[in-house]
């Protein structure tokens, strides 16, 4: 079974996101980027699948500037095969995003795709359900534990209140939650060899892709900052405040 | 507190300050890809952050313990081991033909600092299995090469020097340990070896001791002292791990810093010994790894500055205290604590050039094609090791001292984590042959016994910077007045420097011989900034812009404190005998 793994490349979870002057959006200039940490879960994984003898062949994608190769390095440094650099500096839209991995998939007829389950930029969610809709694959989105069994794959999903087993028949889309596993360190060994691993460079018309962005961002601002509480006598005045708040 | 690699510096004086493009270029590593090292150095510094740096504190508090002949590491030290091994750090450095990645000494210098930051105690161990490798891969047999190499080149067995003893410490010469021998091609070694770092525990399957002990026919002094290889367990033709060696730790010492690096007393009571290299060169062979572990001894001083640096840079942006006279709310709006940190940063980022520049030396003198280029190369390199080791370690006791200051009285209590960096890097400028013997080789060995010619060959390349300056202006329009002054300045200073120490007569060229180096140190950091910064704004590099604003500080602040170490210069030693002895009592 051939798995594809989508990676982002995205601000640094632990950089703080700081809004460019104009409100035009994140300002990224200077700043640590990393792979989504959701994506480096799905390429763990993949990995793991590929160890397991369940995957043949992994391959990782990167839609984004030239320095999506670096993450795409990152994914082979832990065990991918081979990597696919769709290259852009556009930020695309997920729906541009999952029209151009459809192609990859049907070129690259690959049985299971592994995706973040959202990307921890702009949090959309979106990817993996679109590109699922349009190859017209079943889906098990927020995977907690994955099983796979012949042509078929098992996906505990994290809802709210607990965990839900759907069974999916493959090819399918499968959509990573946090703790599905915890993704391994790079060895350095593994790190000299991915440099020797291919990188196929294509753009987005190779696929015939019309990414025209269908969203228009009025303004990004910070999140309002928190203001101070307000310290209650009892519980009748902690219900009084919360009724005047329109809260309950 | 957390640990962020400083990547982007390192990259950044990598590739603009010092001529690690040229070392990329030599045939031996022509697989190596600025972009493998970005790669390389992003690997081993997410593994710093995540893996090590957590288990700091926890090596302070609970400092290794010795139970029966037994040492158990600080709690998460094992299993942080077990993760180095497992991630293949230990090969970084070492010959592809043992094993090793063979990766260039500079990409090495790096990853060490960033091992160093984030845990020093714990960074020990790597660095002596490194340096143990080295020497046996240098001068042992190919038997004991076969047997011990390939499994300390994963990691799965340490190594330790045994060297000190309780009367043979900065001079070796009068070392006790026997060796005799026992006519089947191996040697009973008995006697005792004090601070022995890392000489037990239980990290490693095996660890494989190096140990200077004399023979019954020796002569005396150092030119009777040779090397043996006595493991903790025998090792089996077929790689197997067999009996205990008559080997083993009588006592941790209590120490100031470094808590989590066991500090052992060994006692070797007829142990079994292989011979390395030639009978009574034993110090020759040490000193195959002493150059080295003298440079990294450097960047753990650098390494533990920037850790307690960044503390230091955390704090001052969360404590709010007293009315700021600028924008910012906390304390990193008080220019007096916006000192320290500039001082601090610019300090660190000079003393991280010269091991850089210590590093690339010692790779062109391993791989350039060139005979004549790696005969120079390698001159480069033994002069400037002293000069890391000592302003490296000597900026880190600084730096810290300095963070601990940042955190007012926050950092006198143990809970902010900045003492024990204070307490840490103290023995920096300890270990590894004091400061002041540094300062002593740099004397007598670089400068003094080739006639200057070393010093000289680097004076005259550093003065080729000025026209690099005038040229970055004349491209960029970028002004750069400051740092053309200090330059001139310094370079007058440093070749009046090294006239002196040339000229002046031994016991007084030892009076300030500590000095020089120092001197050394600010002038060739801040010449190799200004070089980095010039090469920056050429490239076009984002971060230049910043660099110009850090060697503006340096040539302002630090270059300049050359001047008052060339004043004592003039009048060296004499200063120092003039005063009476007995007034060093009360006056």
Known sequence: MKVLVPVKRVLDYNVKARVKADQSGVDLSNVKMSMNPFDEISVEEAVRMKEAGTATEAIVVSIGPAKAQETIRTALAIGMDRGIHVLTDEDLEPLAIAKILKAIVEAEDAQLVIAGKQAIDNDYGATGSMLAAMLDWPQGTFANTVETSGGSMTVKREVDGGLQTVKLTLPAVVTTDLRLNEPRYARLPDIMKAKKKTIDAKTPEDFGVDTTPRLKTVKVTEPAGRSAGVIVENVEELVASLKKEGVI | ?587
């Not at chain 2, 191996?186 to 525990?201: D, F, M, N, R, V």
């Open chain 2, 1 to 587: 507190m957390p640990y962020t690699p400083p990547i982007k510096s390192m990259k950044y004086l990598l590739h603009h300050a010092v001529d690690f493009d040229a070392v990329l270029a030599c045939p031996d590593h022509s697989d190596t890809t600025a972009d493998l090292v970005g790669d390389i150095l992003d690997g081993a510094g997410r593994f710093a952050s995540d893996v090590l740096a957590p288990t700091n504190w926890a090596g302070d508090q609970t400092p290794a313990a010795l139970s029966g002949d037994a040492v158990t590491t600080s709690p998460g030290f094992k299993d942080a081991y077990s993760a180095y091994v497992e991630a293949g750090w230990q090969g970084l450095g070492m010959a592809v033909d043992h094993g090793g990645m063979g990766l260039p000494q500079a990409v090495s210098v790096a990853t060490g600092e960033m091992t160093y930051a984030a845990n020093m105690a714990f960074g020990l161990c790597p660095m002596l299995t490194a340096s143990a490798m080295k020497a046996i891969a240098a001068h042992a047999s190919d038997d004991l090469k076969a047997k011990y190499l390939p499994k300390m080149v994963t990691g799965e067995w340490s190594g330790a020097m045994n060297l000190t003893e309780p009367q043979a410490g900065s001079d070796l010469g009068p070392v006790r340990t026997k060796a005799v021998d026992k006519g089947d091609g191996t040697y009973a070694i008995s006697g005792q070896k004090i601070y022995i770092t890392w000489g037990e525990h239980d990290c490693a399957d095996n660890i494989v001791h190096l140990v200077l002990a004399r023979l019954p026919d020796a002569p005396e002094g150092s030119k009777g002292i040779s090397l043996f290889l006595c493991p903790k367990y025998f090792v089996g033709d077929d790689g197997a791990l067999g009996e205990r060696n008559s080997l083993k730790c009588i006592g941790l010492e209590h120490k100031l810093g470094i808590h989590g690096s066991p500090t052992c007393t060994m006692e070797f009571d007829g142990a079994t010994g292989w011979l390395i290299g030639e009978p009574n060169r034993g110090l020759a062979c040490m000193f195959t790894m002493m150059n080295e572990a003298r440079l990294f001894v450097g960047v753990q001083g650098v390494a533990i500055g920037d850790r307690a640096y960044q503390a230091a840079l955390g704090f001052a942006r969360e404590r709010v205290q007293g009315r700021t006279l600028g924008k910012q709310e906390t304390i990193i709006g008080h220019p007096d604590v916006r000192r320290m940190l500039m001082d601090m940063k610019a300090r660190l980022m000079g003393a991280r050039v010269i091991c850089m520049a210590t590093a690339v030396a010692g790779d062109i003198a391993a791989s350039h094609p060139h005979e004549e280029t790696r005969k120079a190369a390698h001159i480069r390199e033994a002069l400037l090791t002293p000069i890391a080791k000592s302003y490296g370690s000597d900026v880190g006791i600084s730096a810290t001292s300095t963070a601990v200051q940042v955190h007012g009285g926050m950092g006198f209590v143990e809970e902010t984590g900045a003492a024990q960096h204070y307490r840490d890097s103290r023995i920096a400028s300890i270990y590894e042959g004091t400061n002041g013997i540094q300062a002593i080789d740099l004397l007598a060995r670089k400068i003094r016994r080739d006639g200057g010619a070393g010093m000289m060959a680097l004076i005259e390349e550093l003065s080729q910077i000025p026209a690099l300056l005038v040229m970055t202006t004349a491209e960029t329009g970028v002004r750069l007045g400051s740092s053309r002054d200090a330059l001139e300045q310094s370079l007058a200073t440093l070749r009046e420097a090294t006239q002196i120490m040339l000229d002046i007569d031994e016991a007084d060229g030892l009076g300030g011989a500590s000095n020089y180096l120092m001197l050394c140190g600010h002038i060739i950091a801040g010449c190799l900034l200004i070089k980095g910064m010039c090469n920056g704004l050429l490239a076009g590099d984002p971060q230049a812009e910043n660099m110009q604003k850090l060697v503006w500080y340096h040539a302002l602040v630090v270059m300049p404190e050359a001047g008052a170490h060339l004043n004592y210069l003039r009048r060296a030693g004499r200063v120092l005998f003039d005063y009476p002895e007995i007034a060093l009592g009360d006056l």
